[in-house]
């Protein structure tokens, strides 16, 4: 009977951990989504980043007072389960009682203080599932091959279902379904009838309101695109709809402003327009789509308006040069300006590529009737999916490839970057677009342009695109870029043939006539940009260094274009203005990883103390499990960061390479923990061979991953999606075998390291997702990867040579 009871207790034991894990992992990624709407997502980051480590402070605390849930172990996990949950609805509804303008705080002391009440509100919930795993671990220690395997694949299950959970429900919806599953797990820790049937009932209640929760108001900060651009009062809100990408919004301008009575446009829509023309001419539109309540873009009433504006616009620019009736591309539809103005100059064929669904449907289902149904006619295609990915999956050939202001700082799907690194604007995604020309076609990217003889935005897209032709063997790569502005807009654009005579000359006309500035046009231009492409060897170093900011290209592997400002130059990079263009993005990552070392070292000390004291701890082989874990938690962070970005392009969508890398590896942790109990005793042969078939996956992903995903890049989704899983379950298979085999060395000194091992796996990754990010500007993610062995190495090491050390020579407390 004893022996049934125990495994009884043990399912338990396994189903509730299996559902907490679930349950932390779909509120984690739903609460970076609805933070990333309400704040900037550099603050949405620092919040998130200190709950997280909340989760790894579980274990500390837990080792500091051994005496938690000691008494009843299945009561203290019910409880704890159940107030994790309903700490997750309660953190979803005081961000909707609350909002935060994170620009306020260096002014106002009030909004500091709710900045400190948003880390801490977020940390609880990640501290009390915590402890339900610590406790988990510290009670079943002999049974972690079991118990690892349940926790990861709950973790694993709930990346893949935190997508379909948002697209479902909304993010606030996955949040409170992630309340119930917690809950729900409490139910499965119960022993006790009655606190099982309360615990399903709150689940229960909380899955109810999970429908619901897609209704709850939630106000995003006053600094972003809907009130910077635009009174707040002079926006009717038509509708809105939450995905696992965006948070997409329609609004209606509705107000007036001026003796003429036409509404006001956004102060954007001035960008690129010719100086002549007065803001009174310039057209509103009928309304604005957004994306996170930045990005917005503009929607137009074809019904009335005739957009003559557009003929007197920098966008008009490279319809002088391009064959007649061009066939376009647009990458970026947005609000449909591009796909409009292409119709406009006369486009034969327009095929607009948008990252996000619901922005297609509302141009072609909610708004059919406002844009006289252009979006549906047959010379417009509309293509929901990421705009590289179709470059690199099409055939077709394309007269004109149009983008313009793609750079945004909606945030990305895996919230995992600060920096808003984009694989559009890299140099390999550069000759991707050049491939895809007709013969005389062109590539027009606008972008930012802030100063005249400074360059920022504009001159990095010409080193980036300067170093793409080069890298196809162009000898005179000015012979083949054009960069011209007006109004804080550039277009640079580029050939893979030299601009003919006819060409520049039409391209001086547009500027002479419209008044634009020529950056750089045949031997017109400004000094400081035609350095930039004709600059070459050491003159071409010193310039570079010469340069306010950094303007070196940037690559696939190195994706950080909005990175300006070196790590010297950051205590003079005064403005913090939630922009791509100022230094914000790198303080943050500069202060995390300074704050969350600290801590985490805190965490890490603070029991190493109080265990010394306790004679816990008196030799080596302590200090050795605590290298070892602080490793393999540093270690399989900078690995996973480093993993996500490698298949971003090969699946399409940044939601499926968060949920179908993250998936594929910690399952494959959790199977590759199931089986390690196997190894128990051979350690020493085991964990070094182990090392190895990392070392030679890492060679594989590093040189024949990107040949296999170019091989299958066209077949269908299914397909890359179960090879993506195929190629990543061996790395699971391997490293998942040193965590477990590290708690059973922990446990075997003395049961209270067991939690203290836990809490420093966890405060390690937190730290490492940001430094994958730093490490990755400096030495790229494959430098990464190679950093990774070499941490889990020297873990190994340390992890080996304190078991050589007489078993108990560590101690254990007399009574």
């Known amino acids: 009977m004893g022996h049934e009871e125990s495994t009884a207790d043990e399912k338990k034991l396994f189903a509730g951990v299996f559902l907490v894990a679930l349950a932390t992992l779909v509120f984690e990624v739903a609460l970076i989504r609805v933070l990333s709407f309400t704040i900037w997502y550099h603050f949405a980051y ?43 609805a309660a953190v979803i509804g005081f961000v909707s009682l609350f909002p935060l303008h994170p620009t306020r705080i260096f002014d106002d002391p009030g909004t500091l203080l709710l900045l400190l009440a948003y880390q801490l509100a977020a940390t609880l919930p990640f501290l009390l599932s915590g402890l339900v795993i610590s406790l988990s671990l510290r009670s079943a220690a002999r049974r972690v091959d079991r118990l690892y395997f349940w926790d990861l694949l709950g973790a694993g299950l709930g990346c893949a279902s935190a997508v379909l959970l948002m ?38 209640l909380l899955l109810l309101a999970s429908f619901f929760a897609a ?5 995003p900060a006053e600094s972003k695109f809907l009130a910077a651009q635009i009174p707040s009062e002079a926006l009717e809100p038509v509708l809105q709809r939450w995905t696992a990408l965006f948070r997409t919004d329609l609004h209606r301008l509705t107000t007036t402003e001026g003796p003429d009575g036409k509404p006001a446009p956004p102060r954007s829509d001035e960008w690129g327009t010719a100086r002549e023309v007065p803001r009174s001419e310039i057209q509103a539109p009928w309304g604005l789509v957004s994306h996170d309540a930045s990005a917005g873009t503009a929607v137009y009433d074809l019904r009335t308006e005739q957009l003559e504006v557009l003929d007197r616009h920098v966008l008009k620019v490279p319809y002088s040069i391009v064959n007649p009736n061009p066939k376009v591309l647009v990458i970026g539809v947005g609000g449909g300006r591009d796909v409009i103005a292409a119709r406009h100059f006369g486009a034969s064929h327009v095929t607009g590529v ?12 909610d708004l059919a009737q406002l844009s006289n ?25 394309f007269d004109l490839i149009q983008m313009t202001g793609i750079d945004t700082l909606a945030a990305t799907a895996q919230g995992a970057y600060v920096l808003a690194e984009n694989y559009l604007y890299t140099v390999e995604a550069i000759e991707d677009y050049l491939d895809r020309l007709a013969p005389r076609g062109v590539l027009a990217i606008g972008v930012g342009h802030w100063s005249s003889n400074r360059p920022q935005t504009e001159g990095r897209m010409l080193s980036v695109v300067r170093e793409a032709l080069v890298a196809r063997g162009v000898k005179q790569p000015e ?28 391209l001086e006309a547009d500027v002479d006539r419209l008044g634009f500035a020529p950056l750089l046009l045949g031997a017109r231009g400004h000094e400081n940009y035609r350095r930039i492409v004709t600059a070459q060897g050491e003159e071409r170093e010193r310039m570079f260094e010469e340069f306010s900011f950094l303007l070196r290209p940037i690559w696939d592997d190195r994706p950080f274009f909005f990175r300006f400002f070196r790590w010297r130059d950051l205590p003079s990079s005064r403005e913090l203005s939630p922009h791509h263009n100022t230094a914000l993005g790198q303080w943050v990552l500069a202060v995390l990883l300074v704050s ?11 029991p190493l103390v109080v265990f010394r004291r306790r004679r816990i701890v008196a030799g080596p082989e302590a200090l050795g499990v605590m290298a070892y874990f602080l490793a393999i938690g540093l270690g399989f962070m900078l690995f996973e960061i480093s993993l996500l970005q490698r298949f971003a392009l090969y699946l399409g969508y940044p939601t499926y390479s968060l949920s179908v890398v993250l998936f594929s590896l910690l399952t494959s942790l959790g199977i590759g923990s199931f089986f390690s109990r196997r190894f128990v005793g051979k350690e020493a042969r085991v964990l070094p061979a182990a090392l190895l078939v990392v070392a030679g ?8 991953l990107p040949q296999l995903q170019e091989l299958t890049l066209g077949s269908a989704l299914a397909v890359r999606v179960l090879l993506s899983v195929l190629v990543l379950a061996p790395l699971g298979l391997c490293f998942g075998i040193f965590f477990p085999l590290g708690i059973r060395r922990a446990e075997a000194l003395h049961p209270d390291l067991v939690p203290w091992a836990w809490g420093i796996n966890g405060c390690a990754s937190v730290t490492a997702t940001v430094l994958a990010v730093v490490l990755a500007m400096s030495i790229g993610f494959q430098g990464v990867w190679v950093l990774s062995l070499a941490i889990y190495a020297a873990g190994t090491a340390a992890f080996l040579l304190s078991a050589r050390s007489r078993p108990g020579a560590a101690g254990r407390p007399t009574a």
């Open 46 to 88: 620092v919040v998130l980043s200190t709950a997280l480590l909340g989760f790894g402070a579980s274990g500390t605390l837990l080792a500091l007072r051994p005496s938690l849930g000691s008494r009843d172990l299945h009561r203290s996990l019910t409880l704890l389960s159940v107030a994790s949950g309903l700490c997750f």
């Open 167 to 204: 697209n479902a429900i909304s993010p606030p919806g996955a949040a409170l379904a992630a309340a119930a599953f917690a809950a729900a797990g409490g139910a499965a820790f119960s022993r006790s009838a009655g606190a099982r049937n309360a615990a399903a009932g709150v689940a229960a």
């Open 215 to 219: 209704r709850l108001p939630f106000t």
């Open 354 to 365: 948008e990252l996000d669904p619901v922005a297609i449907r509302i141009l072609r289902q």
């Open 373 to 397: 149904g252009m979006f549906d006619e047959p010379m417009v295609t509309l293509v929901p999916g990421e705009g590289r990915h179709f470059v690199k999956r099409t055939h077709q050939r």
């Open 479 to 506: 012979r083949q870029i054009a960069v011209i502005s007006q109004s804080l807009m550039a277009v640079v654009m580029v050939r893979n043939e030299p601009f003919t005579r006819g060409q520049l000359e039409a």
């Open 596 to 606: 969350l070392t600290a801590l985490g070292a805190l965490f890490v000390l603070a």
């Open 697 to 704: 996956l890492t060679l594989f992903y590093a040189r024949g």
